[in-house]
């Protein structure tokens, strides 16, 4: 195609997805069927890891939970099982360790299947300044947050583009997205991890492989002990937010193809004016959020899993 024809292509294109956005206000898109699906879900011993799994319960999956923690593993089984679950698997798995990751992803290929929904949401935070931060938890954290995805991906992905079908979850940040004083490596791994599911998906559109969906989600802070003390600013623009409702929202956005997941709705605002103002001006914005202020009144000054 000429330079003309392509850029007329790509204003009416740009016309209709608008106009589609502006029809799903009204008409919201149908959930797809996932009975049948084997779903994995690292950090699945507590948290956002440990909601997903029951709110996937009812929903005729087969469930594959990895965590270090055997015991909120075994809490997680016996709860989805209460829910409706009756394919429930979990298997002890340091996310950080890519031999390990790459052994008990051997074992779940052969003792449950080819996983087609894989939820990347293990994560910790040091919560120290950087240079307060040892070398060794900054390093920890990009193994576990960012490095776990590239074998996580490695691991599964291949069945997945070989049947053209499959689903890859990211569970990121909002501080991936922008920076947060006294949170530099964690912000930097995240950014990392959104980064890197991006061009994955990119890399499947460019072969074809439409039918690999990615979600990519990036919540504020959630209630769930990882942040624990953390306060906002601003309550009603930027709220800590209540682990059942990420949960919920993140279910829906798997069930809908949902690319990006940004929460609260305001943070699409502002990441966008984050995006389109001079470095002062952001910085002003920063500082009207409460980027600057003292962090360590957050209770994170050793490793926390989300």
């Given amino acids: 195609m000429n330079f003309l024809l392509e850029t007329l292509q790509v204003i009416v294109m740009s016309i209709y997805y608008n106009m589609e956005a502006f029809v799903r206000l009204f008409i919201p898109p149908k959930n797809k069927n996932v009975t049948g699906e084997i779903v994995l879900i690292t950090g699945a011993g507590s948290g956002i ?68 929904i894989l939820i990347n949401n293990a994560g910790i935070v040091t919560g120290r300044k950087f240079m307060d931060a040892p070398d060794s938890l900054i390093e920890k954290t990009f193994e576990v947050n960012t490095m776990a995805h590239f074998w996580t991906y490695k691991a599964f992905l291949p069945a997945m583009t070989a049947n053209n079908h499959g689903h890859l979850v990211s569970i990121a940040s909002s501080a991936g997205l922008i920076g947060v004083n006294g949170l530099a490596d964690y912000c930097a791994s995240k950014f ?29 802070f959630i209630n769930t002990g990882m942040f624990d003390g953390c306060n906002t600013k601003w309550p009603l623009l930027l709220p ?35 995006n389109s103002l001079r470095w002062k001006q952001a910085a002003l914005l920063g500082k009207y959020l409460g980027a600057f202020e003292n962090p360590e009144h957050c209770e994170t000054t050793s490793l926390k899993l989300h």
């Fill in 240 to 274: 800590i937010l209540d682990p059942d409702y990420v949960a919920n929202k993140i279910i829906e956005a798997i069930l809908t193809d949902q690319v990006y997941l940004l929460l609260p709705r305001t943070m699409y605002l502002i990441i966008g004016l984050k």
């Fill in 192 to 220: 990392a991890a959104i980064g890197f599911a991006e061009s994955v998906a990119l890399e499947l559109l460019a072969t074809g492989k439409d039918g690999v969906k990615t979600t990519i989600v990036c919540p504020f």
């Fill in 49 to 116: 890891g440990r909601l997903l799994a029951e709110k996937f319960a009812p929903l005729g999956v087969s469930l594959v939970l990895w965590d270090i923690n055997q015991e909120g593993m075994e809490e997680t089984s016996r709860l989805v099982k209460e829910k409706g679950a009756t394919k429930v698997h979990y298997y002890l798995c340091d996310c950080s360790d890519k031999s390990e990751v790459y052994r008990v992803a051997d074992k779940v290929k052969r003792e449950v299947g080819d996983v087609s």
